[in-house]
């Protein structure tokens, strides 16, 4: 609990840097991250198993509380987990916060009109080693002009290459025809 609160101290001292005209963005960034936190902590607590934590339990979670949290921008959250996905505390943590920082950059920038409709922010997870996952996470927005859009002067996306790194994972950036994709391996 400590390191994760420590690690959301230094989440809000880089978002005030960057977004300090704008503190209602700081707090709904907080607020997703803390409700995922939260959630990540009662299932883990209420099984008392820091080691198996069952990854596709914690994502349906996931998906009806962000649908909660901004149920006003109509936007339907799915995942497809592979049920036998356990994964320890150290990873589950840094691995959450990553697909915060993605899902609060999709709703922020992939549906800028607010006529458009079945608006879909989607995560596949899946085994493809024995020791290895692939995350891919996809939007059915307006996408990107250009990847460097998104990996110049970024806050989220320095934030989500540094979580990558804790977890000697790799991402990139999907070539997708229709909104934005990223594969985390």
């Not at 959250?77 to 915060?100: A, G, K, M, Q, R």
């Not at 999709?106 to 458009?116: C, L, S, V």
């Not at 790799?170 to 229709?178: A, F, G, P, R």
């Amino acid at each position: 609990v400590k390191n994760n609160l420590q690690v959301l101290n230094s989440f809000l001292n880089l978002e005030k840097r960057a977004y300090k005209n704008n503190p209602d963005l700081i707090i709904k960034h907080m607020q997703t991250r803390l409700t995922s936190l939260a959630l990540l902590h009662e299932k883990t607590y209420n099984t008392h198993d820091f080691i198996n934590i069952n990854l596709n339990e914690y994502m349906q979670d996931q998906d009806r509380t962000l649908k909660t949290l901004f149920r006003t921008k109509d936007i339907n959250f799915e995942s497809d987990v592979d049920e036998d996905i356990h994964i320890t505390l150290e990873i589950i943590t840094p691995l959450l916060l990553i697909i915060d920082e993605l899902t609060m950059n999709a709703i922020k920038h992939a549906f800028p009109y607010g006529n458009m409709t079945n608006k879909v922010i989607s995560k596949e997870i899946k085994l493809i080693g024995e020791n290895t996952c692939e995350l891919i996470l996809k939007d059915n927005g307006v996408g990107l002009e250009s990847p460097e859009q998104l990996t110049s002067h970024n806050l989220g996306w320095e934030i989500v290459n540094n979580l990558t790194k804790q977890i000697n994972g790799k991402i990139e950036i999907l070539d997708c025809k229709i909104g934005t994709g990223f594969k985390l391996i």
